[in-house]
């Protein structure tokens, strides 16, 4: 069938035109795509930090409304509602004891513009290949996905904030549930207060951590944490935030997340730390990390670990996510802001910037 999709090359980001998508396979689903997030992953493709080849269509962070299912497909029917997530394979280590995000074809299969198999569904009026990402390209009308991509919500929540959930909002969110699991009453540092790190801190406040510290440069983003739930602010531009962490904490953080990747932050991330801390990190970084190892890392005994996709399983962890919105345990919707797809380049231009935390093009 013949679609409108935004297609990424070279010569043009954001080149809104027609291309083909094949029909779904026996183990696929069409998804007509109601909204799709703009998340940092589709902006490190644009400036070359993740390679995918060119052309493309981005997005992966969609939701939409199920129009056909594959014969072998059963966790989805035509009109459920849904929420496109990552792709993994199913059947390495890291899938089968339930680590999705820790696949072992996870860059092959989401950023190589191809499935398993080698294959694309999207392509050119005149039959040439364009690369899928993330199993999903859903900055599209329409897109063909595994079913282990799709993920049935509820019809009670509007579906157009619903996308984020399939990686931003879910990295976030997932790394405080299930990677780091802090104690009740325990002290957590989130470094950088955009849609992953404030998924984070509110899944924190979740968590029933006491004391809950947001870093960041923009007083008005630590204005909405507070709203959030952190119990304390560092501007780090007028504050040092391992003196005052350490003040705070009374000798340093049991937890720290790290979303920034700039290479300082991680530093005083580490140094934050108490003794047998954990920090966890997700952040793609252009710089290399210089530690003091044995002061910092062996003597104070922290672990450090690095987190993808909220060690989520997409199935079981979006619906609760859903659920913890409906119950107001989880204002997500405070993070977003919709745009018109015809405003994409407005769209990544305001996530740049920080004047929009999280975009959502809406494609209907």
């Keep these: 069938m013949e679609i409108k999709a935004i297609v990424t090359n070279e010569e043009e980001h954001f080149n809104y035109t027609t291309i083909a998508l094949d029909d779904p396979g ?47 497909v059963k966790s989805v029917v035509k009109g459920d509602h849904v929420v496109l997530g990552f792709s993994y394979c199913g059947h390495c280590e890291g899938c089968l004891s339930g680590n999705p995000g820790g696949c072992e074809n996870m860059i092959a299969l989401n950023t190589s513009g191809t499935d398993e198999n080698g294959e694309t569904p999207l392509h050119s009026t005149e039959g040439k290949d364009i690369s899928q990402f ?20 509820s019809k009670d929540v509007d579906l157009k904030l619903l996308g984020p959930l399939g990686c931003g909002i879910m990295t976030g969110s997932g790394t405080i549930l299930n990677s780091l699991a802090p104690k009740p009453g325990s002290s957590i540092v989130i470094y950088g207060t955009g849609a992953v790190g404030l998924s984070g801190l509110m899944a924190a406040k979740i968590s029933n951590c006491s004391t809950i510290i947001a870093v960041d440069i923009h007083d008005s983003r630590l204005e909405l944490a ?13 504050e040092d935030p391992v003196e005052k962490i350490n003040k705070i904490t009374n000798g340093g953080a049991n937890y720290g997340f790290e979303t920034t990747g700039v290479n ?25 990390v210089t530690l003091d190892y044995t002061s910092d890392v062996v003597f104070k005994a922290v672990t450090i670990k690095g987190v993808i996709e909220g060690d989520a399983v997409p199935q079981t962890f979006i ?21 018109k797809y015809t405003d994409v380049k407005q769209a990544f231009e305001d996530s740049k910037n920080g004047s929009t935390i999280k975009p959502i093009l809406v494609m209907e």
């Excluded at 795509?33 to 940092?40: K, L, N, P, R």
């Excluded at 619906?319 to 993070?335: A, E, I, M, T």
């Design 264 to 288: 300082t932050v991680i530093v005083q991330a580490v140094k934050s730390l108490r003794v047998k801390g954990v920090l966890a990190s997700v952040a793609v970084g252009k710089k290399d």
């Design 26 to 72: 026996e183990n696929q689903v069409l998804v007509k795509v109601v909204a799709s997030g703009i998340c940092h992953t589709d902006a490190t493709v644009l400036d070359g930090s993740i390679p995918t080849p060119y052309p493309a269509v981005l997005g992966h962070e969609g939701s939409g409304i199920v129009e056909k299912v594959g014969s072998n």
């Design 134 to 153: 993330f199993g999903q390209s859903s900055f599209a009308h329409y897109s063909v996905a595994d079913e282990k991509n799709v993920v049935k919500v």
């Design 226 to 238: 507070r709203e959030l739930g952190a119990t304390h602010t560092i501007n780090s531009t007028k």
């Design 319 to 339: 619906p609760k996510l859903v659920k913890f919105y409906q119950d107001g345990l989880f204002p997500f919707d405070k993070l977003v802001k919709l745009y």
